[in-house]
Each structure stands twice: as C-alpha cells, then as structure tokens.
C-alpha cells in the first residue's frame, strides 16, 4: 500500500497478525463462492459453522468448502471456533469468522463537517473521529482534512499490529455518478460538478475508495443491519434525501441519480431552492425548520414521503439525520398522520413510520464491506 504521512497509510501497517498480507486485495477477494463462505462465518457469529453447513448451504462442494476455509485460516480471516456433536462420526470442527482481521473505514462528508469511523468485518465500530469542515472551502482543504480525519482512525492493540483497510467508502450529498465516483452539482456547491472525488481521494490515502450519496449509505447500512423488504429512508439535515431499497438492495437507478428526493417540487410558487427550482420539499421543509415551525417540517416531509409511498407502494418510511434526531416525536408523528389520511382515502393499509438510528459513516463502510460478503450493494 502506497505510505502517505497526511492520510491513511500513516496509520496502519502492511500485514496481519501472521505475517500474511491483508489490504486493497481483500476488496474483491478470489471469488464469489469465498464470499458466499465470508457471509455464512460472519451471520454465524461467535458459535461457528461447520464446514458440512457450508457446503449444504452454499452448494459447494466439502472439497470446495475446504480450499476456501484453509485460505481464509491462512490468511487470518476463519479461526477454530471448537467442536459440534455429529450423528455417528468424530465431532465436526467448526469455523468462526476473525472480525479483527481486517476494517473498513466510512466517512461522511457533509456540509460543515466530517465524521469517520473504523468498523471491523462484523461491522461494530472500533474508533470513529469527526471534525468542522466547510465543503466550499475548495477541493484541497476538504481532501486534506478527510484524508487527517480518517487518517487519525486507529484500531485497537499495540503499536504496529494495525493493518491495512480494506478500503474507504466516502458518503455526501447528492447528485453523484457512484460507479464513477464523480459529482455532479451537489446543491449549494455548484463548484465540485465533474470533480472526480473516488479518484483523488484513492491517490490521496493510498487505498481503494467508494463514493455514493449519503442517503444511499445510510439505507445500505439498515439493509446489512436487517431491516428487510422495500423502504425509504428519509435523511433530514443540512439538507433532505431519499435512500430506497427495494427488494432487499439498493436502488440508485440507471444514472445512479435514484432518490434525489428534497428536489421534488410540490409548491410551483414556492420559494427558491438551492438547487435553482422553486418550491422544493427541501426548501419548504429547511425553511420550516429555520422558523422553528417543526410540525410545519414534518407535514412537508409527510407530503413528500406520501408521494414516494404512492409511487413506489414501499413497504415503509424510515426517518433520520441531525434535524430528525432534534424532534424524533414530532416528525414521526407529523409524517405518520399525512400517511394515514393517505392511506384512509385510497383504502391501502396504513404504512409503518419509524426514527432510525441510522449513522451515515457507519453506511458508508458498508459499501466497502458489502461487496466482501457477496453482496452487490456496495
């Protein structure tokens, strides 16, 4: 891995506790079959599989099963976890998953300040940082200080046993190319349109990158948590999006532009939006809350989250982000009752409205996890 002193190679070492190599070349790992074996470890906690479990639920073959395992032991990813009774044979050994074995790092960039975390392969944060920023201050000051700030993440143990992450997954608000890693005009900082922030941070910190929306992140992060079937998740801070999942995955659409939802337009009079419209959810829902009218912001955000109900009939509507979590009460019951009367009037059964606890850096890691355990999220 390429050393930095302002980013993150100055934090971590090169190797694993048995000298083998971990890194950017875990990203992809060696195949989709380890990745299958990655996820049945890790989904079987502490109590292990054995590797006929892994053979049945994969439909590897055992002689599959026990090349990927003896890589993954050699490589410091799968410990011994003990032994399992069997009918009629010596007791099977079973398998665990080595969540210290390696970290991703999530970042979210917002507005006016950074936060990152290190999160192990189970996902459970070990550090996390955050710093003030101001995202107009120019592409150099905000490299720098994602690169200082995700650079100052350490994991636990002694001096020199930390190891390379797997890679840095960056979450910030939209519009933004995710297979490209490029922005386009994120609202209120025309300037980054076109700027080309996976790459430069990847030459930055010496690791491969990830960048997608914030919101993105974020529903990815409750997907990989459990939260199952189709939502949305309706992130409220310093500005107003939409993370859908739908069926289980992430929707970002053809141009993975999906879930620009602060941009719809439900006032054609309204006052101006950042983005250049008139009328916007966000504008009218920011607005409110800069009057200190919160019941006013949760009816606007009913109003939208009603659309997106009617749209794409979800199964239902998760709320979060900084202004959320200032008047949880107030916004999930604003919110729920625009949706009920909704739901009165079409006859529909009513749609669940919930607060999430949803931390975007923490979604952020998860695109660089997902991919590991065979998901396609990431």
Known sequence: MKRTNDGIGG???????????????????????????????????????????????????????????????ADGL???????ASTGGKPRTVLRLVPEAGHAVGVHLDRDEVRAVLVDLDGTVVDRRRAPLDLGAGEEAVLA???????????????????????????????????????????????????????????????????????????????VGGEGGSFAYLHLGTGLGAGLVIGGSVHRGARTGAGEFGHQVIQLDGP???????????????????????????????????????????????????????????????????????ARRTGDAAVPVRVVGGEVAEGAAQLVLAPVFGRGDG
């Open 78 to 84: 799968a410990a011994e976890a003990g032994h399992r």
């Open 272 to 342: 101006r939006c950042g983005c250049g419209d008139r009328g916007c959810v966000e504008a009218l829902c920011l607005g409110a809350v800069g009057r200190g009218e919160t019941e006013e912001a949760a009816r606007v955000l009913g109003a939208g989250a009603a659309n997106l109900v009617g749209l794409l009939d979800i199964d239902r509507v998760l709320l979060g982000g900084r202004t959320i979590e200032g008047d949880p009460e107030v916004f999930a019951r604003g919110v729920r009752a625009v949706l009920d009367a909704r």
């Open 145 to 223: 200080r994602v690169a200082g700030t995700a650079g100052a993440l350490r994991t636990p143990g002694a001096a020199g046993t930390d190891r390379p992450p797997l890679g840095v997954g960056v979450a910030l608000p939209g519009p933004l190319d995710h297979e490209r890693g490029v922005l386009h005009r994120v609202t209120g900082f025309p300037e980054w349109d076109g700027f080309p922030l996976r790459d430069a941070l990847a030459r930055r910190l010496g690791v491969p990158v990830v960048v997608d929306k914030d919101t993105n992140a974020a529903a990815l992060g409750l997907a």
């Open 11 to 73: 934090a971590y070492g090169s190797h694993g506790t048995h000298g083998a190599p971990l890194g950017a070349n875990l990203l992809a790992l060696r195949s989709h079959n380890t990745a299958l074996v990655l996820d049945l470890l890790r989904t079987a906690g502490a109590e292990g599989i054995s590797r006929l479990e892994l053979a049945e639920r994969t439909g590897l073959t055992p002689q599959a099963v026990s090349k990927i395992t003896a890589r993954l032991r």
